[in-house]
């Protein structure tokens, strides 16, 4: 196709609606426990010395995600993965990068107790969970139980299926909208083949005698701060203007980049 535009949309079924999500027998969408698992998420009480929350690797105003290549973990600790985008989290069928977790509740335990990243102990945190009162009255309403394991991890699970993104461009213009999509989408502009970019590296061009410029690929990306990513996003069109499902509530979507997101 020479261009966005189409005459004639037909669209699958499959891709024309969101499905609904899936829900495991015992953990069905509860208020209470969504909002205990908020809570749990924002709180650094979750790591050994209480330092880092899932939000400080899952940032709202970058669609849950992070603007760095690898996070940094309790005391610094650097690990071997980045943190993805946690929008759309609950249609996914399975998780981390190997697809070895096929729960998003076991999911969550391995953040928690992974050395480079949190370093707790689950036994540990339900016993520091049920000594805070806030805490302890909390669990209770959710589950008329105290901080476990298996409550621990369901109520954070509860939270992050909410974070559900489907505003695109492309969900509307899979639902039938032909003027959703109308050209390529916004990037920088490529500068001429001679001339030299910053941090980029020459390379041939496509005929005999042109030059292009890329990023070196034997070196890793270098982070970028988050004030620039920030503004790089700004700069993007179609940024939200209201919350995401139960979870961005104040935040809003002040800068959430549409290709961070992740259809089901």
């Given at each position: 196709m020479s261009s966005c535009e189409r005459n004639n949309p037909e669209v699958p079924g499959t891709l024309s609606n969101w499905p609904e999500m899936s829900y495991p027998q015992d953990n069905q969408p509860d208020a209470s426990k969504i909002n205990l698992g908020r809570q749990l998420f924002e709180d650094p009480i979750?790591?050994?010395?209480?330092?880092?929350?899932?939000?400080?690797?899952?940032?709202?105003?970058?669609?849950?995600?992070?603007?760095?290549?690898?996070?940094?973990?309790?005391?610094?600790?650097?690990?071997?993965?980045?943190?993805?985008?946690?929008l759309n989290i609950g249609y996914q069928p399975y998780f981390m990068r190997e697809g070895g977790v096929p729960t998003l509740e076991m999911q969550i335990l391995v953040p928690i107790?992974?050395?480079?990243?949190?370093?707790?102990n689950m036994v540990l945190l339900a016993n520091r969970l049920n000594q805070d009162s806030t805490y302890k009255k909390l669990f209770?309403?959710?589950?008329?139980?105290?901080?476990?394991?298996?409550?621990?991890?369901?109520?954070?699970?509860?939270?992050?299926?909410?974070?559900?993104?489907?505003?695109?461009?492309?969900?509307?213009?899979?639902?039938?909208?032909?003027?959703?999509?109308?050209g390529p989408a916004p990037g920088p502009e490529p500068g001429p083949e001679h001339e030299p970019r910053p941090g980029y590296?020459?390379?041939?061009?496509?005929?005999?005698?042109?030059?292009?410029?890329?990023?070196?690929?034997?070196?890793?990306?270098q982070s970028q701060p988050l004030e620039t990513w920030n503004l790089r996003l700004e700069q993007n069109e179609g940024l939200l203007d209201h919350g995401l499902g139960l979870g961005l509530g104040d935040n809003g979507g002040d800068a959430l980049k549409r290709n961070n997101t992740r259809r089901p």
């Open positions: 979750l790591s050994i010395d209480s330092s880092i929350s899932c939000a400080s690797c899952h940032k709202s105003q970058i669609a849950f995600a992070d603007n760095l290549t690898v996070s940094p973990g309790v005391e610094g600790r650097l690990g071997v993965r980045n943190s993805p985008s946690l107790q992974e050395h480079n990243e949190m370093a707790f209770l309403q959710a589950f008329n139980d105290s901080a476990t394991a298996y409550t621990i991890t369901r109520s954070i699970a509860q939270y992050e299926r909410t974070l559900i993104y489907k505003d695109a461009d492309i969900d509307a213009y899979i639902s039938g909208d032909n003027n959703a999509i109308t590296e020459p390379v041939p061009g496509p005929e005999p005698g042109q030059q292009q410029w890329r990023l070196p690929i034997d070196e890793p990306q």
